[in-house]
């Protein structure tokens, strides 16, 4: 008996919803936050989270990955279905409930500074402890964690606007974001049951998932060091000023990046489950889909940022986080990389088992960044952490194009999004020149956004037309025919 799954299109839609409202909702807050915390005690919650993370990864191990390929594979039957997803449960607990109780040790008996925030923290450790959203992506069910969880963030944020009044209360700030976490995860069980049911495995084969579970733990950690390890670096070399600095602008870079991961995330059990039913015709199409269209938008959100990166600091978070514009100008152009590494990495390397290639190039990419961050941190503090994410962004894009240049036809994939430089170009000036003669503020930082967006799409379809693209041609005879009917 088959599960049935969501399309690529809706799938998507609920993830990009499920993932923005996840950092949206929060960043909705983050003018509020940076003028009532101040940046230093955003920075220490920024630290305390940051540790905290680190523990979350171990709790969580290589299950997303893992979890959602193995289930993907099998979702076609029902009874491989329950046993796969039991056996991964258990194995998750266990990983799980380790660390959990590392993480109590470490904050109620280690930490000295700020340790109530640091043992509040917990919680979001706990809140892994309970997350099966691996299982709803392994079936391609992106609907039920994203409406489910919408509610809980939304609560989340009301809580902050009626709780948090002053820079005492980053305690309770921090409870609220921890609550708020672990409800988003424990409300997924509610349609468990409809899917599968829980029984307890034969060891043996929950513990045979550690192994695969541990390799994809390693590039998973190297990952986070792009977005975690450099706040903990900032923060234990430079000041907690800059840590939070580094902390908004980065905030501002995760939105793009969440759209683009959370395509990865939905493409990544259907080309597994393409893989184990031998579709190649399928697997092509997608892949050629995906480089097209997600550099094309990865190359507008990286130079739009570019574009209004100054102005919008300002605005946004006030004179203090000024700063901040030129590190979400350098930030920005890691998008274009990052977006095509997540493409060979979800679309190939992890669907075909290339689990030690893609972990040995993400631990090179790591020690890149360490090292980058070492040497930068110390003359220039947040924009040198900046520089190292971007260097490091950039060399393991081009080692996995190295490494897949026999696979996949990298040449090919190019051709199809580089000519979007032009207009991406073009729109930057055009931004750039409006910039020049405006006052700042928020009404002039829309329009610039606007104007910004139309001359990219507008530019962008142009080529589309003139290379006669299958997607755009088609919802132009579907607009036109319908047109003509009305």
């Known amino acids: 008996m088959k599960t049935?799954?969501?399309?690529?299109?809706?799938?998507?839609?609920?993830?990009?919803?499920?993932?923005?409202?996840?950092?949206?909702?929060?960043?909705?807050?983050?003018?509020?936050?940076?003028?009532?915390?101040?940046?230093?005690?955003?920075?220490?919650?920024?630290?305390?989270?940051?540790?905290?993370?680190?523990?979350?990864?171990?709790?969580?191990?290589?299950?997303?990955?893992?979890?959602?390929?193995?289930?993907?594979?099998?979702?076609?039957?029902?009874?491989?279905?329950?046993?796969?997803?039991?056996?991964?449960?258990?194995?998750?607990?266990?990983?799980?409930?380790?660390?959990?109780?590392?993480?109590?040790?470490?904050?109620?008996?280690?930490?000295?500074d700020n340790a109530l925030i640091s043992q509040i923290q917990v919680l979001n450790i706990v809140s892994t402890l309970f997350d099966i959203s691996w299982f709803y992506f392994g079936i391609e069910k992106f609907k039920v964690t994203a409406l489910t969880s919408s509610l809980i963030k939304i609560i989340t944020v009301v809580c902050i606007f009626v709780f948090v009044k002053k820079p005492t209360d980053l305690w309770i700030y921090t409870v609220i974001m921890s609550v708020g976490m672990v409800l988003t995860q424990v409300i997924m069980w509610k349609y468990l049951l409809q899917y599968v049911s829980i029984h307890i495995p034969k060891i043996r084969k929950s513990l045979q998932h550690l192994k695969p579970l541990f390799i994809l733990f390693i590039p998973v950690i190297a990952l986070s060091m792009f977005h975690y390890m450099d706040k903990i670096m900032l923060g234990f070399f430079s000041t907690k000023v800059q840590t939070g600095l580094y902390e908004n602008a980065?905030?501002?870079?995760?939105?793009?990046?969440?759209?683009?991961?959370?395509?990865?995330?939905?493409?990544?059990?259907?080309?597994?489950?393409?893989?184990?039913?031998?579709?190649?015709?399928?697997?092509?199409?997608?892949?050629?889909?995906?480089?097209?269209?997600?550099?094309?938008?990865?190359?507008?959100?990286?130079?739009?940022?570019?574009s209004v990166a100054d102005k919008f600091s300002c605005i946004f978070w006030g004179e203090e986080f000024a700063p901040c514009g030129e590190l979400i100008k350098i930030l920005a152009f890691s998008l274009p990389f990052s977006t095509y590494a997540s493409i060979i990495r979800?679309?190939?390397?992890?669907?075909?088992?290339?689990?030690?290639?893609?972990?040995?190039?993400?631990?090179?990419?790591?020690?890149?960044?360490?090292?980058?961050?070492?040497?930068?941190?110390?003359?220039?503090e947040a924009i040198g952490v900046a520089i190292g994410t971007l260097i490091s962004e950039i060399v393991v894009c081009l080692m996995q194009i190295i490494y897949t240049k026999d696979k996949v036809n990298h040449l090919k994939y190019n051709r199809m999004f580089l000519p979007y430089l032009l207009p991406s170009a073009v729109m930057t000036i055009v931004v750039y020149i409006i910039?020049?003669?405006?006052?700042?503020?928020?009404?002039?930082?829309?329009?610039?956004?606007?104007?910004?967006?139309?001359?990219?799409?507008?530019?962008?379809?142009?080529?589309?037309?003139?290379?006669?693209?299958?997607?755009?041609?088609?919802?132009?005879?579907?607009?036109?025919?319908?047109?003509?009917?009305?």
């Open 346 to 380: 979800t679309q190939y390397l992890m669907p075909n088992h290339k689990d030690k290639a893609y972990t040995t190039i993400m631990v090179i990419g790591a020690f890149v960044n360490l090292i980058a961050n070492l040497v930068l941190v110390y003359r220039f």
């Open 4 to 112: 049935k799954s969501d399309g690529i299109k809706k799938n998507f839609l609920y993830q990009s919803i499920y993932e923005l409202l996840i950092l949206f909702l929060p960043l909705l807050t983050s003018p509020y936050i940076a003028r009532v915390l101040g940046a230093e005690k955003l920075g220490i919650y920024s630290l305390s989270y940051a540790i905290a993370y680190y523990f979350q990864l171990f709790a969580a191990l290589g299950i997303k990955y893992h979890g959602s390929r193995t289930i993907a594979a099998v979702k076609d039957d029902k009874e491989k279905l329950n046993e796969k997803f039991n056996e991964l449960l258990f194995a998750h607990i266990f990983v799980s409930v380790v660390s959990v109780v590392l993480y109590a040790f470490y904050s109620f008996f280690i930490v000295e």
């Open 435 to 486: 910039d020049c003669f405006t006052p700042t503020n928020v009404l002039m930082l829309i329009g610039e956004i606007i104007i910004g967006v139309i001359v990219y799409v507008l530019i962008s379809m142009l080529f589309f037309l003139k290379e006669k693209d299958n997607l755009i041609m088609e919802y132009l005879k579907k607009l036109l025919k319908k047109k003509a009917v009305d």
């Open 250 to 306: 980065d905030k501002i870079i995760t939105v793009p990046l969440t759209v683009i991961f959370s395509f990865s995330t939905v493409m990544l059990p259907r080309m597994s489950n393409l893989k184990s039913n031998n579709d190649v015709n399928k697997t092509e199409k997608y892949m050629k889909l995906s480089f097209q269209y997600m550099e094309w938008l990865a190359l507008g959100m990286s130079f739009g940022l570019f």
